[in-house]
């Protein structure tokens, strides 16, 4: 359902939008200037946590020489979780994919994976375009922030 939302506030704003289903991400990554994902975590080596699907198109817009790119806003910065990022593990209801029972036949539904730093070309938040490199200014700026919150409430 994100994606069609994205696709629509995209198109809204005039921005062409080509949306189609997964499985055509290899065909259509070769033919695209880049690809751009959001994020529903970033942590300060650069790792992303978003949705299933992500990992794979962040491989294939690799494989053909593609600039990978996240949209996200800097709130989606996690400094407490540093630890936990390897275990995102969360799977949504089996019948989103497929309402079936049958004892041989185990529908499972993932819903986040990580995309690992280095797949990443560029961030971008309301805080501008950033390298990976320079991820540790907003997560500085993130600290000083809730250490003045924790100063004040002293």
């Known amino acids: 359902m994100e994606g069609r939302n994205t696709a629509l506030e ?3 704003e005039g921005i062409k939008v080509n949306f189609f289903v997964d499985c055509a991400i290899a065909q259509k990554v070769k033919e695209a200037d880049f ?3 959001g994020a529903d975590s970033l942590y300060p080596n650069g790792n992303v946590v978003n949705k299933i699907g ?3 198109l962040a ?3 690799r494989m053909h020489d593609k600039p990978f790119y996240v949209m996200t806003h800097s709130l989606k910065l996690k400094l407490k979780e540093l630890h936990h990022q390897d275990n995102i593990e969360e799977f949504h209801d ?3 994919v497929w309402d079936i029972e049958h004892e041989n036949i185990e529908v499972l539904n993932p819903y986040f994976e990580l995309v690992p730093g280095y797949m990443i070309t560029r961030y971008f938040t309301e805080k501008g375009g ?3 490199d320079n991820l540790s200014t ?3 700026e993130r600290l000083e922030y809730m250490f ?3 100063i004040k409430r002293e």
């Open 10 to 12: 995209l198109a809204k």
């Open 35 to 37: 690809v751009m994902i």
């Open 54 to 56: 992500s990992y794979p």
């Open 59 to 61: 491989v294939t817009a």
């Open 94 to 96: 089996p019948k989103e």
């Open 130 to 132: 950033l390298s990976r």
């Open 138 to 140: 907003i997560f500085r």
């Open 148 to 150: 003045a919150l924790n």
